[in-house]
């Protein structure tokens, strides 16, 4: 299914995007652990305190979930884009202009605090991602790839 096509290489800017894309969902599914368990005080002791264990729990596999349909998502787009699917370079693309978008409206409602900026960091690996789509060389394999298959 996602096995390499016996036409040309992709070029490195799809290879790294390619791997931005396992560290963007990496980061963003160990940044909800840290958040919900870890970093004190934990989502789950707020949601607990606010809506008992059943609550808690309920919101926290919700999340959870949504955590894991979205960075699964991404990694099946990744998949596609790097076979070559034009389609699924410029979903990636338009995913990458709304992450940047929320960053930089988050931003500008909470003000640029250094010490959280460790919360932009799987936005800004999807919007490297845009940008190395958009590079010559990339554009260049997609167009030759929809030319050929």
Request: proline share 5%; hydrophobic share 55%.
């Amino acid at each position: 299914m996602f096995r390499a096509t016996a036409g040309r290489k992709p070029p490195h800017e799809v290879g790294i995007a390619f791997r931005l894309a396992f560290l963007a969902v990496l980061l963003d599914v160990g940044g909800w652990v840290l958040d919900t368990f870890v970093i004190p005080p934990t989502g789950f002791q707020e949601l607990r305190s606010t809506m008992g264990w059943a609550g808690a729990i309920q919101q926290t596999v919700l999340s959870a979930g949504f955590v894991a349909v979205l960075g699964a998502g991404l990694l099946w787009c990744a998949f596609w884009m790097r076979q070559g699917r034009s389609w699924a370079r410029l979903l990636l693309i338009a995913v990458a202009v709304l992450h940047l978008l929320f960053v930089l409206t988050d931003m500008n409602m909470s003000g640029l605090d250094w010490t959280v900026v460790h919360r932009y960091v799987p936005d800004l690996c999807i919007a490297a991602i845009g940008a190395l789509l958009v590079l010559p060389p990339s554009h260049a394999y997609f167009s030759t790839v929809r030319q050929t298959g």
